[in-house]
């Protein structure tokens, strides 16, 4: 700390920044994790390690461990420019305030015009701080209460996170209450009688306006809070009732234990279903025999010379000889009148199927293992098959005869 130095000159201090705004830039975007390593940093650098050893000298960056990470006065004030910081910081609001209470006080004591003018001035800026300042922190007690119930993931904390949340939105409504007390009836003879300034006048009504709808918007938070507790509250009991099912169930002692299967039994599971989409399909009577009708096939066929609209080339009208009449015919064995034939014969099938002299079609060796096979199959009831099995050739088949 002994040698520490300073910026001599705000030129000096933003021709330093934009020398090394690729270093700045990434320890900034960098800031919620600690993994910004002095190699990577080294990388970054316009002058390597003298670039480094400057920026740690004149107190932009600090050495944490075997990280670097940039200094807090650098990172609250990017966060408050740029709106991304998520510290609601209301002490400040309460400090402007305390501020404002001062200078009417100097201001009243002065008797000097032109420093009772810049105290004047010093009010106009408070006011203006102190609305712009409550702005801010709405805005981001809104990021901060979405994004902890979004992506908290431990229920206990994202519960006391919001707790504190809520915390800071009464802190803000009572400063708003505070400053409203303050113009309207503490300072009340200062901004009405006392200053005849018509831009403080002004600044005073643009104040209270944004305050009163910052004030509207903290009780929308408050509903929005109360919304998320409850799903949390919800969602913990949910998650403690299925911790204790798997439990039972890892035990076997969820049929047991449980009236699950009722509960099951009773309900209507269809919800979860996709839901069925039905295709309206326009009545050929109503086009054929309504003004309506003729109207969009109208509309349809001028449609037809857009090009956006034609979903493909039409086919060639159908021929005379494509609109006769044409037969063909496919061979083939009436399975149910083989069936009756061989119930009357006797015979074991195989030996039936094989013999038969009734085909009407020229049947092979194969064609009559496929009839044996779907006969068997078919009419398996009608049916009795013998333990006892032949062979024919490569083939070994059982001994099937009519049921008696």
Known sequence: MDNLSH??????LIRALERERKLIYALFQDRKRLSFRYELARELASKKDESIDFLRRFGVIRDNSDFLELEDVYLRFFEEVLEVNEEINVASVKESIDNLNNAIDYYRSENNPGRRYGYLRD???MLRNIALTTLRNVIDLKRNIDNTYKNEPTFAIKKKKLVHLDEKRRDIASLINECERLIDVKQSNFFMEEVMDVQLKDIVTDVKLQLREVYHNLLELDRQIINYLNLIEYQNRLLQKVQKLKYLRDQMLLDTNTDIKAKLSNSNPIWMEPRPRYTLKVSLSMLRNSEEGLRVLQDYSRGKTNTR?????LADALSPEDLTEQQHVCPMVDISEVKNAFMASGDNLF??????????IKMDYEAKLVLFCQIASQYLDELTINDECHEDGTIEYPLIYPLS
């Open 7 to 12: 910026f001599r000159s705000l030129d000096e």
């Open 123 to 125: 009010v106009k800026r």
């Open 309 to 313: 609209l034609r979903k493909g080339n």
């Open 351 to 360: 030996h039936f199927v094989m013999n038969y002299s009734g085909y009407r």
